[in-house]
């Protein structure tokens, strides 16, 4: 862990202070350590006995490796700042992030093997591999924000992330994200066929 002496400051990337966040890095997998934004807008990591504060550079490289795509991690950070009833309010306005569909994809029927039966919406869902990383696509009705939302979240947030982080992401999503406690069970259902679905079609891939 990182010295009391050292828990406030500011690690750069080279010289010793580079070895001790490479210490940190090894021992925060190990120990499950818990992420955080500090109220200065720097990055934390933090247990009950020490922190360490990471600059913007330093930060991908933390969440590589704690297994977070940079999207989604930054994405879960930001629900986790707010309140139950405000996590709600969040997935409704980010509805609107969900990108349109390919022209391919547009305008035509869509195949039945494209709908996730588990959720109660007609969510329909394509799971692309384009050099090694994957591109998601998917249809929801304007008329269910949340459904929306909920989607977007993981299109979005994995978009363009190798295939081989992003299964491991996928496992318990809904409780990393913290949305667990707000969604009802047919939602968390339906959010877990998404995470299947997108399992499912690149487990063959990896």
Known sequence: MIPASQQRTDLSTSGEHKSTLDEHLEASLAAEIPEAYNPHGSRVTANPTC??????AQWPHFCQNNGFP??????????DELQP?????WLVEFANELPDLSPGRQGAPFPENC?????????????????????????VPQKSPTVRGLVALIVCGLEGTPVAEVLPVLDDLIAKSG????????????????IARIKQQLLPVK
């Open 85 to 89: 009833d405000e996590k709600l309010h």
């Open 179 to 194: 949305l667990a406690p707000v969604l009802g069970m047919t939602r968390q259902q339906g959010f877990r066929g998404v």
């Open 70 to 79: 940079m999207q989604i991690y930054d994405l879960i950070a930001e629900l």
């Open 51 to 56: 922190f360490v504060i990471f600059t913007d």
């Open 115 to 139: 709908r996730v039966q588990e959720c109660q919406t007609a969510v329909h869902l394509w799971v692309d591999v384009v050099a090694g990383k994957v591109h998601l696509e998917a249809d």
